[in-house]
């Protein structure tokens, strides 16, 4: 089956996007569209919506951010928006390169419950990557807007994470009779929940604000990779297909 290099090709596209101007911006759409067409491929080929496997979770969420673009570059100007967009989605890609692709769905996943936790996931992290992409524009520009907007996507990403858990505990109780179990995964996905709802609170009440807020706001992002990918190498988890 085709893996590796269709995803290197749309990686190349991406890399091929950081020159900028209008050049880079159509380079960057058609990097897109063959991801797109990737995403489309392993649906059909799996027979089922590509959600329950590392694999499948990090393209889609990296496919997500992609289409972000359309959006932040109304906000964002393109060179600035070229230099670091895509930088994060072919991080997302080259991580998903390396996990192993398993082609099945376990008896455990099919339940409505888990889509939810996993869909909402996906969204809520690809929401959370676009608020650093805003966060780093402030950074480098100084644009007010920028912090504001990286604080809007951070809190939609912290809502859409908000109904993971919330699915993802009632999938927990109906497979495993309980809501929550504590092993280091769940304490991570915990940290990263209560991390953007410190940045959040802090920035709402007026404790943060400017380059200290903008700069937690970043910083959620590799927390959040650790918490999705570091955990299970580094300290262990039975949680190894998503």
């Known amino acids: 089956m085709i893996n590796a290099p269709w995803i290197l090709a749309f990686i190349a596209l991406y890399s091929l996007s950081l020159t900028g101007d209008r050049k880079g911006r159509n380079l960057f759409i058609a990097g897109l569209l063959l991801h797109v067409g990737y995403m489309v491929y392993r649906g059909l080929y799996l027979g089922w919506v590509p959600v329950t496997e590392r694999h499948d979770i990090l393209l889609i969420m990296g496919l997500i951010v992609a289409g972000g673009f359309f959006y932040l570059n109304k906000r964002i100007p393109l060179n600035m928006l070229l230099d670091t967009l895509p930088l994060f989605v072919i991080l997302l890609c080259f991580f998903a390169v390396f996990q192993i692709r398993m082609d099945s769905i376990e008896p455990y996943m099919e339940s409505k419950w888990f889509y939810m936790h996993i869909v909402f996931l ?86 943060l604000s400017g380059r200290v807020s903008v700069v937690l706001g970043v910083a959620g992002f590799p927390v959040l990779i650790f918490a999705y990918l570091g955990v299970m190498p580094i300290i262990g988890s039975p949680w190894t297909q998503f």
Do not use: M, N
């Open 122 to 207: 996906i969204i809520g992290y690809a929401f959370f990557i676009l608020s650093s992409v805003a966060g780093i524009s402030y950074l480098r520009g100084k644009a007010l807007t920028h912090e504001t907007l990286q604080y809007r996507l951070a809190l939609f990403g912290w809502l859409f994470f908000s109904f993971s858990l919330i699915g993802g505990s009632f999938w927990f109780y109906y497979t495993y009779g309980s809501y929550w179990l504590w092993t280091a995964k769940e304490l991570w996905i915990t940290i990263v929940w209560f991390y953007y709802g410190f940045y959040l609170h802090g920035r709402q009440v007026k404790a």
